[in-house]
């Protein structure tokens, strides 16, 4: 089956660690995004990418890196210089220009104690 | 600055009750405007939009663009208690796809 799968589903972590998340998608879309998502509020565009080896910034991208070397594959580390990693974060996925729909993976709630 | 306003922020209604939920957007040349639910994890798509006028159905939900007014909103009829989400807009312009800050709908029995 065709989907956007992210590991771990939980992450926990000590302050001042850098921690990566995993985003795979076997769907064949050039686009993926994250998002980060705080206790009752909407989604904000970290980084995102259109194509392979490409990506740009978005909204809050201070604190994190991402790298997109295989189409299938946009990994989210979030480093020691985010202020206030403790969050969900969604990957998402989707065909460029041709309105369609993103599609989702389950996300990763990471808590930093 | 916020280029998708969604409000309310959060509503309370009870079962039955019909609810509108507004989308605004800064952004004209969009390709188009979304509609998700989101109730635990993945939000879940409902609507894609992209002319203007032209109302899109799913059972109790509808919704419409307004390209004049730059906005969008998404109607639920006779409200259930497992329409309680949070329903998100956004819009996919340039390369990006932009999310606002969402609804949260509690729908009490």
């Known amino acids: 089956d065709g989907g956007i799968t992210q590991s771990p589903k939980y992450l926990f972590r000590k302050e001042g660690q850098n921690v990566t998340l995993s985003c795979e998608q076997n769907?064949?879309?050039?686009?993926m995004y994250w998002y980060r998502q705080d206790p009752g509020q909407g989604l904000r565009l970290i980084y995102y990418?259109?194509?392979?080896?490409?990506?740009q910034k978005g909204d809050i991208a201070e604190g994190y890196s991402v790298s997109r070397e295989k189409k299938e594959s946009f990994p989210l580390t979030v480093t020691s210089a985010q202020k206030n990693p403790t969050a969900f974060y969604l990957c998402a996925s989707s065909i460029p220009r041709m309105n369609t729909e993103a599609f989702f993976g389950q996300g990763t709630r990471l808590t930093v104690v | 600055e916020d280029k998708v306003v969604q409000s309310p922020l959060s509503l309370v209604v009870h079962e039955g009750d019909t609810v509108t939920l507004n989308c605004s957007y800064e952004v004209t040349n969009f390709r188009s405007l979304l509609w998700y639910k989101q109730e635990k994890k993945a939000p879940t798509f409902l609507f894609m939009l992209t002319s203007s006028g032209i109302e899109k159905k799913s059972g109790r939900l509808s919704s419409i663009l307004d390209k004049k007014e730059l906005s969008s909103i998404l109607n639920i009829t006779a409200t259930q208690t497992g329409d309680s989400a949070i329903y998100l807009c956004a819009i996919e312009y340039g390369n990006k796809l932009v999310f606002g800050a969402g609804t949260i709908l509690r729908v009490k029995s």
């Open positions: 769907l064949n879309h050039d686009a």
């Open positions: 990418s259109q194509i392979v080896n490409d990506f």
